[in-house]
């Protein structure tokens, strides 16, 4: 039987209105908001950041979105001046760490829709079919319409497997490395979907399928209770 959440990943023929206007140009109270969640986030980083961009993309930037989607809100950084490769090493491990330390304690939305923080370098490559500059106010990618439906028994298919993977190896006494593998790759397969196929990939709609169900959050759940039983004496 068709699971009934992913008639939801076939693409739209519009923009979500909750984001944009008719013209596909952003609605200016989202992005006044938007700005000001970037600008609350850079200061509660309290670094001194050569911030170049803030943009706006995932599955709201694009046709694909779902009602389990949220907004990509990307801080483009230029981390070119920085001559070090562990001190870079160190920013980008710090930025991540802040990074899921704000999203994980402040539940932010934008006309009910979640946001999510990411700072981002500016030399590192980012696929996405829909990138809107924030600070320009212009599309940097411009969305096309999706031409082609997505084989949705195909991904639904792979989701299951991925999902009695993952409860499989939650029942069992797991490790963390065999948690740390999983998680990896399920990231992998997604990224080879979007390289391969794009957001309308099996890989990346069983990816989706897997987060909006709560199954990757039980993964990292576990991994972080592992993690700290492995420092802990007990």
């Known amino acids: 039987m068709t699971n009934p959440q992913i008639k939801q990943f076939i693409p739209h023929d519009h923009l979500s209105s909750k984001v944009w206007k008719d013209d596909n140009t952003i609605r200016s109270d989202v992005r006044d908001a938007l700005l000001n969640i970037a600008q609350e986030f850079l200061q509660y980083l309290n670094l001194p950041l050569d911030v170049t961009d803030i943009t706006f993309t995932g599955s709201y930037a694009n046709y694909n979105y779902t009602a389990y989607s949220d907004i990509d809100l990307h801080i483009i950084v230029d981390l070119s001046n920085v001559d070090s490769e562990s001190i870079e090493t160190l920013i980008k491990r710090f930025l991540a760490a802040k990074k ?6 402040y539940t932010i939305e934008v006309n009910g829709i979640d946001v999510e923080l990411y700072p981002q370098d500016a030399a590192e490559p980012h696929v996405s079919s829909g990138i809107f500059s924030l600070d320009d106010n212009k599309w940097l990618v411009k969305p096309v319409r999706f031409t082609t439906k997505p084989d949705i028994k195909l991904a639904e298919k792979k989701y299951l497997m991925l999902r009695n993977e993952i409860e499989l190896l939650l029942e069992e006494d797991s ?13 992998n397969m997604r990224k080879a979907g979007l390289e391969r196929g794009g957001e309308m990939s099996i890989e990346n709609i069983a990816y989706k399928l897997i987060r909006s169900a709560g199954d990757l959050q039980k993964l990292f759940n576990k991994k972080y209770e592992l993690y700290g039983n492995s420092l802990s004496l007990i």
Request: no cysteine; proline share 5%; hydrophobic share 35%.
């Open 100 to 105: 899921d330390l704000f999203n994980d304690r």
């Open 175 to 187: 490790t963390l490395p065999q948690i740390e593998r999983l998680i990896e790759k399920i990231k």
